[in-house]
């Protein structure tokens, strides 16, 4: 047949040649007419002709194809290559399927009939398929050969697959069987189940009483475990653990089924009992943490003592703790408890599991209430165990030993701290402040996880203030302690420092009289009990254990331990302050100095700590110094500086000099006034360290204001002199020294003179004095001079110019303690210029004072008494005072040692001459005037300085020489003998005045100077020439008046 498949000349198969095909479908296209199912047009029929390469063609295009074809083939997702899919024969099938469906690709539709398309190939017509039948059967029989082959390579899996066919059937069958059978089973059980069974109610209500009173055991045996499991949470200091499996319990115990089972009444009594046991625990264990006592807070608090007290200089790790633990403290979660670390070894740690728990348990109000209700007895111990502490560091014996040295010292009187009380105090400072400090940043830990809590619970905001007061409450307490803590220590109020006045109450009490008992005092402890005792030793032991074996928690440990040391303290109650606390130094207005900085620098770091919301003002913090420091320490203040001061004044050797006077000046100054500078300087040292306000400094003004006064008025009582009055009665009158030098033309002359006799000026000064004898003559005219208006005793003289000393010095000294205070600080009002003590009183609306201030200034080295202008104005007035007093003495001298002289020479003048016979001696007068002034120079020489012994002894010469002239007409009588004794009294006078000349210095200048002036002073050649012409005769007094008068006139 031409359509069986034949080989061509190079081996290939082909299935028909092309001659034949080309001639076929032009015969076929022409019979079919314009269009053709199978997509034939008329139009263009030899582009649609199927064209069958020639075998030789079909050959050469598959072998330049295939690898194409291949590509092709699995590109459009035909799966394995057809080798893997028909065997090693398998491009054959592919090669005939791609034929097919190239060119019978009708046969392989869904929608193709066979019958249509037998009957096609049976039609010889245009319109039917015969022409193509060779061409069928020849693909065909190629189909049928390919798979044959295929069938003979693959027949031993088909027929491996035919019985396995065959198994998966009989499975399905089986399957359907057991279907069919469960079918049926699950109708009946459903009829079954359908039908009603009374009996079954019974067993189901049975199981279900059954499985309550399983559940009901189970809890038993669960609830038996619990007290063995909270023991050793508690014990273990897993609280949050004990909590749970406490809460746990009592809800199991609390079940409405458990209520009629009395075998766990005990156990039900015990859950109830140890709720309230560990809520003590917990609230026990709170305040151990917050308030210092564990162990474990003994190197929190002492990182803060290694601070300096006085600058506030921070240790940084122990500072920042607080804070790294609030920053990294994250409340929104509750707390998971760490098995595997020591709780008590982190404070801040401790504190959050022990709230939380608290918060757990449902007792936070009561542990606040519990925290609230205990602050001020555990503040007290606080300061109590501080006090104890610092005394053994400072055993009482070295104390007792310094305050006699100081008694020694000081003569009483308690002007200053020494280093040991410095110390002492600082030590007690730092101690009491850094755990201070500790507690408070405990209780900001306690405030914040207090918030978070109450925060993540959505707790309403009156709860939220209500829960969360405890840091409000502790700052009003440390207030309170802090302001007891600078009182105690500022005034002896109640029992003093040394316990004496009790002491001294006692013994001057009357002893056949009942005392009162003080009922403040306890009669009996428990601790006080004899602890050696076996019974009562043995009693307490089996009443502690069985309280601890019953009730875990309830006997406290802390508390048995603080037990003997309260029993010891209580026998020991010397030395306690108002407040009860122990004083370990004695209560001075001084030791503010001391008090004062470290309390400034604790609550300024403590304005670091304060929570934000807790109600306290951090800006505010030290605003209640200042009301202490207004309405305590300025009294107090006040108080003691008038104290001493007036100790100072009114002593009896106030106004005798001082024994150790070289050491303060060259000349004698009073004790008094030694005692009052130093008074003033150690107030001074002491406002340094406080802040300048200035009503601190106007209180020494005051004082020294005072003490002029008081120098003033013991000076008038030197110069007055009684005088008799027309009624009979004695008064008192100022000396003529004292009123000549306050008024007159006589006090503006010694005034200019003084001023000159620091300038040099010889010539000036000479007519100065000139003048000044002629006033001085001119008065001795008018009036007498009595013996009561000189200053003759020599203890007076002395007395005055040791005042004028002390005035000089004291003036100079104060003006060292000048200094105008870039900090300084008027409390009141600044146009208050009225200096009494009522007016200085400081006003609250003021600023605040205690806020501490930085400034470029540095301050003097030295001791310096802070001023600002208004008060310098006053300081520089009180200066003045004390010059302007030191001058007036000096002029009152001055005019004085004049008046001796007058007053000798008068009365020498006022006796006749007329002798009768030679006198080898002077006038009485003159001897007592020689007396007088050798008196007078031992008084003044040794009590003056050079400066001022020269200014009272200076041109002396010119008033005996005008006095010896001008008085001549005094004298009633005159003959030889007696102008003799003139000349005579003339030669002693000089020889007098030789002693009135300032002590000569090493210096050739300085001795040049002292020999001059002690000839110039000693100068009486103008008398003994005018007393020489008497003995000349008139006529040669007429020629020496004519050739002028020798200097006479």
């Not at 929104?332 to 740690?349: H, K, L």
């Not at 701290?417 to 402040?433: F, G, K, R, S, V």
């Not at 006033?775 to 001079?785: A, N, P």
């Amino acid at each position: 047949m031409s359509y069986m498949r034949q080989p061509n000349g190079n081996g290939s198969v082909s299935y028909m040649n092309g001659a034949n095909r080309n001639r076929l479908a032009d015969e076929r296209s022409r019979s079919r007419g314009p269009a053709s199912a199978f997509g034939y047009d008329g139009t263009s029929r030899q582009e649609s002709h199927i064209r069958v390469p020639a075998r030789v063609d079909r050959h050469h295009a598959q072998r330049r194809s295939y690898g194409q074809s291949m590509e092709d083939s699995r590109s459009r997702s035909r799966g394995a290559p057809a080798s893997a899919r028909y065997g090693a024969r398998g491009g054959e099938v592919e090669e005939i399927l791609r034929y097919i469906s190239q060119h019978w690709s009708f046969m392989a539709s869904d929608g193709c009939i066979p019958v249509k398309v037998a009957l096609q190939l049976m039609d010889p017509s245009s319109l039917g398929l015969a022409d193509q039948y060779d061409q069928f059967q020849d693909v065909h029989q190629q189909l049928q050969n390919a798979l044959k082959v295929i069938v003979n390579e693959h027949h031993q899996g088909f027929n491996s697959s035919i019985g396995t066919f065959h198994k998966i059937q009989a499975a399905i069958h089986a399957s359907q069987q057991r279907v069919r059978t469960l079918r049926a089973g699950l109708l009946q059980a459903k009829e079954s189940l359908g039908a009603p069974r009374p009996e079954l109610r019974a067993f189901a209500t049975s199981s279900q009483s059954y499985d309550r009173m399983l559940q009901v055991v189970n809890d038993i045996e669960e609830l038996q475990t619990i007290p063995d499991r909270l023991d050793a949470l508690i014990s273990e200091k897993r609280f949050l653990g004990a909590v749970a499996t406490l809460k746990d319990a009592l809800a199991l115990i609390r079940k409405p089924e458990m209520d009629d089972i009395g075998a766990l009444s005990e156990l039900r009594v015990y859950l109830s009992n140890q709720e309230h046991s560990l809520t003590d625990i917990l609230i026990e264990e709170l305040h151990s943490h917050l308030y210092l006592k564990s162990p474990y807070c003994e190197e929190r608090w002492k990182a803060h003592s290694k601070r300096d007290g006085s600058d506030g200089a921070v240790v940084v790790d122990e500072d920042r703790a607080m804070h790294i633990f609030l920053d990294n403290y994250d409340g929104s979660q509750p707390m998971q408890e760490d098995a595997t670390r020591n709780p008590e070894a982190n404070t801040f740690y401790y504190v959050q599991l022990l709230t939380e728990s608290l918060f757990n348990l449902g007792k936070l109000e009561v542990a606040v209430d519990a925290i609230e209700q205990r602050l001020p007895v555990e503040l007290f111990r606080v300061v109590e165990r501080s006090h104890g502490e610092v005394e053994q560091r400072h055993p009482s014996t070295m104390r007792s030993a310094a305050a006699r040295n100081r008694q020694q010292m000081y003569g009483g009187v308690h002007k200053r701290l020494d280093a040991e009380q410095q110390d002492i105090l600082n030590d007690l400072l730092i101690t009491l402040y850094a755990k201070f400090e500790a507690i408070a940043e405990g209780h900001r830990v306690l405030h914040d996880v207090t918030a978070a809590m109450l925060t993540r619970d959505a707790a309403q905001p009156s709860d939220s203030e209500t829960l969360n007061r405890s840091f409000r409450e502790l700052w009003k307490l440390l207030q309170s302690e802090i302001r007891s803590l600078l009182h105690d220590h500022l005034t002896a109020s109640g029992v003093d420092a040394g316990g004496q006045r009790s002491k001294n109450g006692a013994l001057t009490a009357n002893i056949f009289r009942p005392q009162p008992r003080d009922r403040t005092r306890k009669l009996f402890k428990l601790a006080d009990t004899d602890s050696k005792c076996t019974d009562l030793t043995t009693e307490r032991e089996d009443l502690e254990f069985i309280l601890r074996s019953s009730v875990p928690g309830l006997v406290n440990t802390s508390q048995a331990q603080n037990a003997r040391p309260d029993a010891e303290n209580s026998t020991i109650r010397a030395d306690m302050s108002a407040t009860g606390h122990k004083l370990l130094v004695e209560p001075s207005v001084f030791n503010m100095s001391v008090l004062l900085p470290p309390s400034l620098a604790f609550l300024n770091r403590l304005k670091t700590i304060v929570p934000s919301h807790s109600g306290v003002v951090a800006s505010t913090l030290t605003s209640f110094l200042d009301d202490f420091l207004i309405n305590v320490f300025y009294p107090q203040l006040d108080e003691t500086l008038v104290d001493l001061c007036s100790r100072s004044i009114d002593d009896s050797s106030a106004f005798l000099p001082d024994p150790q006077w070289q050491a303060h000046s060259q000349r004698p100054v009073f004790a008094g006034t030694v005692r009052f500078f130093e008074v003033v300087e150690t107030v001074c040292v002491m406002l340094d360290a406080l802040p300048h306000e200035q009503s601190f400094s106007a209180l020494v003004v005051q004082q020294m204001r005072t003490y002029y006064d008081k120098c003033y008025n013991w000076s008038k009582g030197l110069l007055q002199r009684a005088v008799a009055t027309q009624e009979g009665q004695g008064a008192l009158k100022m000396r003529l020294s004292a009123e000549l030098a306050t008024s007159g033309d006589i006090s503006a002359l010694v005034i200019e003179m003084l001023k000159l006799s620091s300038s040099g000026d010889e010539r000036e000064q000479k007519a100065l004095a000139e003048r000044e004898a002629a006033l001085l003559i001119h008065m001795v005219k008018e009036r007498s001079i009595e013996e009561v208006d000189l200053i003759n005793d020599r203890k007076s003289l002395s007395s005055l110019c040791t005042l004028h000393v002390s005035m000089k010095w004291l003036a100079a000294r104060c003006h060292n303690l000048r200094y105008i205070s870039p900090r300084a600080i008027d409390m009141g009002s600044t146009n208050n210029t009225d200096t009494t003590p009522s007016s200085q009183t400081p006003h609250h609306h003021a600023r605040r004072w205690t806020t501490p201030s930085h400034h470029l200034d540095p301050a003097p080295t030295n001791p310096y008494l802070p001023l600002d202008p208004n008060t310098a104005t006053q300081f520089d007035a009180v200066i003045l005072s004390f010059r302007e007093l030191s001058t007036l003495i000096l002029r009152t001298l001055h005019i004085d040692l004049r008046l001796h002289l007058l007053h000798g020479i008068a009365a020498s003048m006022s006796s006749t001459y007329s002798l009768g016979q030679p006198y080898n001696d002077p006038d009485p007068a003159i001897l007592d005037l020689s007396g007088s002034l050798s008196t007078y120079d031992t008084a003044i020489s040794s009590a003056l300085l050079p400066a001022q012994y020269g200014f009272l002894t200076a041109h002396v010469h010119a008033l005996v020489n005008h006095t010896l002239i001008a008085l001549v007409t005094f004298i009633p009588s005159l003959d030889d003998f007696g102008l003799d004794r003139l000349r005579l009294n003339v030669s002693v006078l000089q020889q007098s005045l030789k002693s009135l000349s300032p002590p000569s210095t090493s210096t050739p200048t300085s001795t040049t100077t002292s020999s001059s002036s002690s000839s110039s002073t000693s100068n009486l050649s103008k008398a003994a020439d005018f007393y020489a012409l008497a003995e000349a005769g008139c006529d040669n007094i007429v020629n020496k008046g004519r050739t002028g008068g020798g200097g006479l006139v």
